[in-house]
């Protein structure tokens, strides 16, 4: 990958529906030799695919909360997914280092959906607690996958 190459993606990442003869006015290059860098950075595997981000609160999803989880002796990452992979209000997760083995995303219609998630959480085998903080206002959301 070159600088042609990132800038490219930077312009597919503000828009994914820009025109290849708008990203090659941008970089400095043909339409036709945009469209065959992003067929190679396609077939490499580099870009995954091309997507729309929708407002959670469209689908009723207004309410988002990040929520630590901690476990009772050692759980396997695999577990973890297991487990959380079975809620649907589970959006992202990871885990992480510090006291926590591992901080979800949540996004659920309201409290009351959210508070049955979590319980769904916190009873699943190995789940010792968890420490929950729910989203006022959202400041920077960014999407790098």
């Known amino acids: 990958m070159d600088s042609l190459d990132y800038g490219i993606i930077d312009q597919l990442r503000l828009n994914a529906r820009a025109g290849y003869g708008d990203i090659g006015?941008?970089?400095g290059l043909s339409a036709s030799a945009v469209k065959r860098r992003v067929?190679?950075?396609?077939?490499?595997?580099?870009?995954?695919?091309?997507?729309?981000?929708?407002?959670p609160a469209v689908d009723g999803l207004s309410t988002e909360a990040y929520v630590e989880l901690f476990c009772r002796g050692t759980v396997a990452p695999d577990e973890l997914r297991r487990i959380?992979?079975?809620i649907p209000d589970v959006v992202d997760a990871g885990t992480v280092t510090g006291?926590?083995?591992a901080?979800?995303?949540?996004?659920?219609?309201?409290i009351a959906s959210l508070e049955l998630a979590l319980e769904r959480v916190r009873v699943a085998p190995n789940v010792d607690h968890t420490?929950?903080?729910?989203?006022?206002?959202?400041?920077?959301?960014?999407?790098?996958?």
């Open 39 to 55: 067929d190679r950075l396609v077939s490499d595997g580099v870009i995954r695919g091309f997507t729309i981000q929708v407002d």
């Open 25 to 27: 006015d941008i970089i």
């Open 84 to 86: 959380l992979s079975g």
């Open 99 to 101: 006291s926590a083995d």
């Open 131 to 145: 420490r929950s903080a729910i989203v006022l206002s959202r400041l920077i959301s960014r999407s790098h996958d």
């Open 103 to 110: 901080i979800v995303h949540m996004r659920s219609r309201d």
